[in-house]
């Protein structure tokens, strides 16, 4: 039998970034995922304060130097790749001077969100699909993890709908504690139109279009939800469930595993009725 593919993409995975949360969980369940015999792919922003010394990453030549055009503005995809310690797995990193090379990640050294975060995820998002269709690659399962994925099943359902890569992919979203409460910028909703994705696509959500809009933008492109924090918002999964979508909440450290195998049948098994 074929080993089912999914695609993890993270906002944060250790040992790249501090210890935290997500970043715990960005590393551990690809690495249990990966040792039941699944086939996975694995991106995360390079953030700033990422060593690329000390986590041995490299350019990866054939799949960069891209140019994404977000609100008329040319930015230039970078792909690199590194392996997680002991670890059999490889993670590409999206980069972009001006994104991520010279920034923190959503708050800078003052501790101030960046007032351009929102359009930061539209290049992560575009990134990522972008590299997934150059590697030929078709995942079973897309799992997003962090408010910096939440675009991603937007563009998977309605710009990136008919590429072979995506077509036939459920898309499951974590949802973690993490609370911003700041602007997405005041061009967001100009920047996130691309192919069939138009600005009016926002007008459902509040007008002053908030993270947790972001989160609700998710979960209705989502096939699945997972409250992965502690404290995630009660609202985000209240509104997942009175969406009737799949919804677990957080497992035990030693559940995690067939949790998260369990939940991604049932998603699965839900595609083919």
Partial sequence: MTAKKVLFINQEITPYVPESEMSHLGRVVPQLIQDKGYEIRTFMPKWGNINERRGQLHEVIRLSRMMLIID????????????????RIQVYFIDNEDYFTKRLMAFDENGNEYDDNGERAIFFARGVLETVKKLRWVPDIIHCQGWMCSIIPLYIRAAYQDE?????AKIVTSLFSEKL?????DNFRRSIEFRDVKSD???????????????????????GVIGAGKDVNPELMEYAEGRGLPVMTSPEDDKICQAYEDFYDRILEAKSE
Avoid: C, M, R, W
Avoid at 164 to 168: G, H, L, Q, T
Avoid at 181 to 185: C, D, T, V, Y
Avoid at 201 to 223: C, G, H, P, T
């Fill in 72 to 87: 008329e503005t040319d930015h230039p995809l970078i792909i690199k790749v590194a392996s997680i310690p002991s670890t």
């Fill in 164 to 168: 072979p890569s995506f077509a036939n």
């Fill in 181 to 185: 409460e700041g602007s997405l910028g």
């Fill in 201 to 223: 696509i926002l007008d459902k959500y509040n007008e002053n279009f908030s993270f947790v809009d972001l989160q609700k933008l998710a979960i209705d492109y989502s096939d």
